[in-house]
């Protein structure tokens, strides 16, 4: 008998997402590699054995088991996109949207992120680091068990790595493993009112460099976690040209790149992005149909961000079953942030993006695990139940893993094992 930390059995279904290495694309999308009657073993934080619950039975003697009976298992949830460092919250705004003024006009006339900007600057690194550790709680609850995290609520240096130094601490003081992501190029602060080139000299010459002097002596560095350099492409943030320099100079210095691009105006940032050889491009709301063989012909995951569209109250969606049959890697995230989408919830994103997207069920798990962990660079290390790999799963209050997309709202999970251990137990010992 071989000796393991954990064996996880009876699971009337173990989702293992198990493939080839590589995002899911097109019809791979549809097949989450169930096996009926599962089982899994951990030793210490990895993976040592995925399989039919009477072998591994046979096989394993553990210092401790958990019989799923009832309870269907899968990966742990990845978010790849989110915004929760920040002080504060957009009530007032959120009244003012409910009364016809739209995201846009408010962050023409100074609020937006700068209103959120205004709280972080005023805020210290230990009140941020306060302020969001509930939301990455109530995040664990939810499933999620590997998160990326943006700045850009600082738009100066010294708040930008306070953002920073909050991610690290965070990472220390909860389960969730997170990835930090530079969003200095997010909006142009309001002392470079009309002068944002200079601001994104300010953003390329000093702020970049100082983020990536950071990141070497940070614990980041030390787990082979990247830091990724993020821009807001947009009208009434950064052009195209700007944004191009920012990811430039990001690829010099040799940090990954992703970007926020076509939200609301196509302006061409896909295309950039691309030629930049982005990690991820985010959100394509309003992306040509035309531009989705490119992206399909990349090696660039199409992060959709649902909870956006449904949060500014349009009935207008990204054209995910396109891009899927395309060939594109599509991933699913909350862009969890105080104002385009407050919402923690990964199971919400994809029981909408089931409806309004048109995806399978399949699909949104896949581009909730495997695809998201190639969208934060940890593809193959996070995101399948896999022998190899971290041993991050989600022990489901529900038998079938379609709960999790057909439940609208609730909170689908019994357990979370993170790097083998039991890190949230709601329902089951
Ligand atoms: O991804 N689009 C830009 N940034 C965020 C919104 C951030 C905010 O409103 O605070 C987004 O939607
Ligand atoms: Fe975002």
Redesign the pocket.
Same mark, same amino acid.
């Given at each position: 008998m071989e000796e393991c930390d954990l064996l996880i059995h009876s699971a009337p279904q173990l989702i293992t997402c198990a493939g080839p290495p590589g995002p899911r694309r097109g019809i791979a999308m549809r097949d989450a590699s169930i096996i009926t009657q599962g089982a899994l073993a951990i030793r210490g934080t990895a993976i040592v054995a995925v399989g039919p619950s009477d072998e591994l039975r046979r096989r394993f003697t553990a210092r401790q088991e958990i019989d799923a009976t009832g309870h269907a298992v899968c990966p742990g949830l990845i978010d790849c996109?989110t915004?929760i460092v920040y002080a504060g919250d957009?009530i007032t705004e959120f009244e003012q949207r409910c009364a016809g003024a739209t995201?846009q006009e408010i962050m023409a006339a100074g609020g /937006?992120?700068l209103h959120?900007m205004r709280l972080t600057r005023a805020a210290s690194t230990a009140t941020l680091v306060a302020e969001t550790l509930p939301r990455l709680a109530h995040m664990l609850r939810l499933g999620t068990t590997t998160a990326e995290v943006k700045t /850009?609520?600082g738009l100066e240096s010294d708040t930008e790595l306070r953002q920073l130094a909050a991610i690290e601490q965070l990472t220390a003081i909860q389960p969730i493993e997170l990835v930090p992501t530079f969003l200095a190029a997010?909006a142009v602060p309001p002392e470079f009112h009309d002068r944002a080139d200079s601001y994104v000299d300010l953003v390329v010459e000093t702020m970049l460099p100082l983020a990536r002097r950071w990141y070497h002596s940070s614990s980041f560095a030390d787990q082979a976690i990247p830091l990724f350099v993020d821009v807001?492409c +947009?009208r009434g !943030?950064f052009t195209v040209p700007q944004s191009r320099r920012v990811l430039m100079a990001a690829r010099d210095l040799g940090l990954p790149r992703k970007a926020?691009v076509d +939200?609301f105006n196509e302006l061409g940032g896909l295309a950039m992005a691309l030629e930049v050889e982005a990690t991820s491009v985010?959100?394509l709301d309003v992306t040509s149909t035309t531009a989705f063989s490119a992206l399909a012909a990349s090696a660039t995951i199409a992060v959709l961000?649902p909870l956006?569209s449904i949060n500014l109250g349009t009935t207008h969606f990204a054209a995910a079953r396109q891009m899927i049959d395309a060939g594109v890697a599509v991933a699913l995230s909350t862009?969890a942030?105080? /104002?385009? !989408?407050p919402s923690l919830s990964l199971p919400l994103t994809m029981a909408i993006a089931c409806r309004y997207l048109r995806m399978l069920p399949a699909e949104a798990l896949l581009a909730t695990t495997v695809n998201a962990a190639y969208a934060i660079g940890l593809g193959g290390r996070v995101g399948a139940l896999m022998p190899g790999m971290q041993a991050d799963l989600l022990i489901l209050a529900a038998n079938d893993y379609r709960w999790l997309m057909y439940e609208l709202g609730g909170a689908p999970v019994a357990q979370v094992i993170k790097r083998g251990q039991v890190v949230w137990n709601e329902r089951i010992s």
């Open positions: 996109h915004h957009r995201y /937006g992120i959120t /850009g609520y997010h807001f +947009e !943030a926020h +939200e985010d959100h961000l956006v862009d942030n105080p /104002g385009s !989408a």
